[in-house]
């Protein structure tokens, strides 16, 4: 049986609203505290997220120290840049390009790919679940790319072969990569590798490809309201040279500027779970641009569906009892997308 994950309401294409060269933002997008956050940014003199290498993490002679540091940077940070990570230079422009490609199809093209009712993947906007909730200023793309029986034949199939490639070898590289990072980071944590694998090998990925279009006011809305992932982990690729991303640190947003021909990692809820608390999941956000569109592409590893999740057993003492529930990770999937997406309220769910 396919598991539902939720669906989304649906709402209008704000590439379009973009186009009507708007004075003002309609009132539904008008996030009253939007402002403030800013400011808080502004404010803030933290340094900049950390760089971690993976070139350094395969070599017998650096592979301590930058195990430290990655571990540092999951307990303090959540997020990380990553740098000679090894996926295909070849493959990531060839996905960039396609993605850009699929946001300049005109609007009748696009609409083929909608969400259907009940249903999160195809274009539109996610966690929409009420009439009156406000509104981002984006839209997506969202499509599930393993395992392949949650895949829908009317997205992927249906999508210009160029760039059916384009996802498949993609998601085939973020795969290895996401897969590594994992096994590292158990490494670091003195957890069995057997149990990240167990959770994750054959986990749930999927691809949110995002598109901000030019906004007339943007210090009143978000690209991507004030989060954290579900996921194990995601894989943040930037398409353009527009940054937007900010991240929550000891009460200040921060904002990201991404490195060249490099990643932005974030552990997501599950792997805070998993880890026991150890490594956790950040609130961050996506902020907009008054002249230029910005494009990223979300690359999300979570647990296997037909598994359970909680704590590894592995790092379960009488010192370190269990910090949250066991739950089947469909059920967790689920309860996750059927909610308005606000800061760490659904993980809060989870603790004991």
Request: glycine content about 6%.
């Amino acid at each position: 049986m396919e598991p539902k994950l939720g669906g989304s309401l649906p709402v209008p294409i704000v590439q379009e609203l973009g186009k009507e060269k708007l004075a003002t933002v309609p009132p539904r997008y008008v996030r009253p505290d939007q402002h403030q956050q800013m400011i808080l940014s502004s404010l803030s003199s933290l340094p900049p997220i950390p760089v971690i290498d993976m070139q350094k993490l395969s070599d017998k002679y650096s592979l301590d120290s930058e195990l430290q540091a990655l571990h540092n940077a999951c307990q303090e940070w959540g997020f990380f840049q990553l740098i000679n990570h090894g996926v295909d230079a070849a493959v990531v422009e060839k996905m960039k390009l396609q993605v850009q490609e699929f946001f300049n199809l005109p609007i009748e093209e696009k609409r083929k790919f909608r969400q259907e009712e009940g249903d999160l993947q195809g274009y539109g906007q996610a966690f929409v679940v009420s009439e009156e909730q406000k509104l981002d200023w984006a839209d997506l793309f969202y499509i599930v790319t393993s395992p392949t029986y949650l895949r829908k034949p009317h997205l992927i199939l249906k999508l210009p072969s160029t760039f059916r490639d384009a996802i498949e070898e993609y998601a085939s590289e973020l795969k290895i990569l996401a897969m590594k990072i994992l096994k590292l980071m158990a490494k670091a944590l003195d957890m069995k590798v057997e149990e990240m694998e167990t959770l994750f090998a054959e986990g749930m990925q999927s691809m949110r490809m995002n598109y901000y279009p030019p906004c007339p006011q943007p210090e009143l809305v978000t690209g991507l309201y004030p989060h954290t992932d579900a996921a194990g982990i995601t894989i943040l690729l930037q398409l353009n040279e527009v940054d937007a991303l900010q991240i929550k640190k000891d009460g200040f947003w921060i904002p990201v500027a991404p490195l060249p021909n490099a990643f932005i990692i974030n552990i997501g809820d599950i792997l805070e779970i998993v880890t026991n608390g150890a490594y956790r999941s950040i609130e961050h956000m996506a902020t907009v641009n008054k002249e230029k569109e910005r494009l990223s592409i979300a690359t999300f590893l979570s647990a296997n569906l037909d598994g359970d999740m909680g704590p590894a057993q592995s790092l379960i003492t009488p010192h370190t009892p269990a910090k949250f529930k066991r739950i089947r990770a469909a059920e967790y999937s689920k309860g996750y997308f059927s909610r308005e997406l606000v800061g760490k309220s659904y993980l809060d769910t989870m603790r004991i």
